[in-house]
């Protein structure tokens, strides 16, 4: 519970287990990965070939 910034007390004495999951899943996490950005469709099929 140290990532909720909790004190010892709160834990154990104020906040309901359920509570705690529950503030522990909706922590928002470090994003990692490739960055998309946003392409028109005429970008995107520009130099795209398609049987005919």
Partial sequence: M?????SYD????KIPYRNLVIMQ?????VA???VLREV???DMF???K???
Avoid: T
């Fill in 40 to 42: 028109s469709d005429e």
């Fill in 25 to 29: 899943k909706d922590k928002l996490h």
């Fill in 10 to 13: 709160e834990v154990v004495n």
């Fill in 50 to 52: 398609f049987d005919e």
């Fill in 32 to 34: 990692f990965g490739e």
């Fill in 46 to 48: 520009k130099n795209r």
């Fill in 2 to 6: 140290e990532n909720l910034h909790l």
